[in-house]
């Protein structure tokens, strides 16, 4: 979605991050990349470390939405959503972890 989302993706951009369309898109590369990473037990490791720092720089923009909602840029989604959202971050690494850092992961 980041590449056919994109003007959706710049709206939630927070505003003191530098090149938002970048940053778009390497967020996109970087799903994909880490997506397809864990699939081969070489580069399992790799990718889920990759994942992590993933969702440990998209965490800015959940706090963004939670702050200011997305009404005001036409993603109509009540605020309550995004601040239950903001918890699932810890958990979604926690889980990218037990998949394919921790020595018993598939």
């Known amino acids: 979605m980041h590449?056919?989302?994109?003007?959706?993706?710049?709206k939630i951009m927070p505003p003191y991050l530098p090149f938002p369309l970048a940053l778009v898109y390497v967020s996109g590369i970087a799903e994909i990349a880490g997506g397809i990473g864990i699939w081969p037990r070489a580069t399992r490791k790799l990718a889920g470390i990759g994942l992590i720092a993933l969702l440990l720089a998209v965490f800015p923009a959940n706090i963004e939405m939670a702050l200011k909602g997305t009404e005001?840029?036409?993603?109509?989604?009540?605020?309550?959503?995004?601040?239950a959202r903001l918890p699932l971050q810890p958990l979604l690494m926690w889980w990218v972890w037990a998949a394919t850092l921790k020595k018993e992961a598939i």
């Open 3 to 10: 590449f056919r989302a994109t003007e959706t993706y710049l």
């Open 72 to 83: 005001s840029v036409g993603i109509l989604v009540p605020r309550w959503v995004w601040w």
